[in-house]
């Protein structure tokens, strides 16, 4: 499970991040979008520190066949 | 007495120069004069000392590195006769460049080639993305380079695949076996990068680095390229190919994945700022609400008012206020009222209301007799 978790796509949550981000600092006066997206950001943010706190680097050699 | 045609007798030297010449053992050595390419695929040149010159003959796809007059060759092959001309020549499988200044110079001429083709062109060069997940390593694993670049990845970042080639990186073999490393990872790929790199070396030891077939490999990659050879100083020309150029393997670590720790700050930072600004949207919110809640009151005071005055209006229209302003209503027997003169008759009995209260009375007369 934990394994699954870390199954993240780092690069394109990050960007979603950076861009919730800005939407915020776009200054939406939308609330309950506000709300949603705040969670969708905590989301994110878990999951990409998830990552870089568990996530094993893996080294294979390939052989030449 | 032995006699041999002139076919046998050329066919007799070439076989004792193969039997007694092996190129594994002897090389010949000299400086290069009379350089040419003829026809697009055969090499002569002389190779001489100060006192003995030899004709050399070479399949210019054997030559694999760029060759001038006054160049110092060490030459692997054998020496034969030409049969259908008699001449004598050696003829070369392979060259290297000996001393310092012979491998400067075919490589400033090699530069200067590729350069004019466009293999350098800064215009080209990609950019690596900011957080590879996958990439393909090009190098020795048993190098201190291998070592170093993983340790620094390791160091700084999480969750990469890294896919080993492991290459010969120095000697005659090494650039095939760049070459057929960068050729299978395009085969393998997608990859984020492609990493080349080695320690550093002599201009001699990195030479597979300023190999023509590995920099054209190089060029040709469908992924970008980040190569790292030798030291700070040393600049390869698969380096100048590559899209990004690494100082050391160790910088080439650096360049291709960030530190986490910088990454986890720019994540609570971002998170905190969108924590911050739905706070801010609260707030505002709530002014906007407590605005909404005043003009209300504002409202509905004006509306009070309204309703106030339509009190009044619609208490003008009491017949008590009516009788209280001195009127009177006159109501006939059955307490009709009766609002004409014409429903007047002489004799006929009526009731006056007053404001405080009712009187019976007879009518006397008509209009305009009447008192």
Known sequence: MAKKKLDIDFAKSFKELEDIASWFEEGEPDLDEGMKRYERASELAKGLKAKLDEAENRIKEIKNS | MQVLTVTQFVTYVNDTFKAIWDPTLVALEGEVSEFRVSQGQWVNFNVKDADALVSVFMVLGKLNL????????????????????????????????????????ALAMLRAKLEAEGLFDPSRKRTLVRFPQRIALVASRESAAYGDFIRIVEERWRGIEIDLYHAVVQGEKAPDSVVGCIERAQKNGPYDAIVITRGGGSLEELMAFNDERVVRAVYASKFPVLAA???????????????????????????????????????????????????????????????????????????????????????????????????????????????TIAKLKPGMQVAINLRDGEAGAMIEGNQGRLI
Do not use: C
Request: charged letters at 30%; glycine letters at 8%.
């Open chain 2, 229 to 339: 050879i030798g030291h700070e100083r040393d600049i390869t020309l698969v380096e100048e190919a590559a899209d990004v150029r690494g100082s050391t393997p160790t910088d080439a670590a650096r360049r291709l994945v960030p530190d986490r720790r910088d990454v986890l700050y720019e994540i609570a930072t971002l998170e905190q700022g969108i924590g911050e600004s739905l706070l801010q949207k609260i707030e505002a919110g709530r002014e906007i609400i407590e605005r909404a809640t005043d003009g209300a009151e504002r409202w509905l005071e004006t509306f009070r008012q309204r309703v106030a005055s339509l009190l009044r209006l619609v208490s003008s229209f009491n017949p008590d206020a009516i009788l209280k302003r001195g009127f009177a209503i006159v109501r006939d027997s059955q307490g009709n009222i009766l609002s």
């Open chain 2, 66 to 105: 760029p060759l001038a007059d006054g160049m110092r060759v060490r030459l692997y092959g054998f020496p034969r006769i030409y049969p259908k001309y008699g001449k004598f020549s050696f003829s070369a499988d392979r060259v290297e460049l000996v001393g310092e200044g012979a491998l400067q110079k």
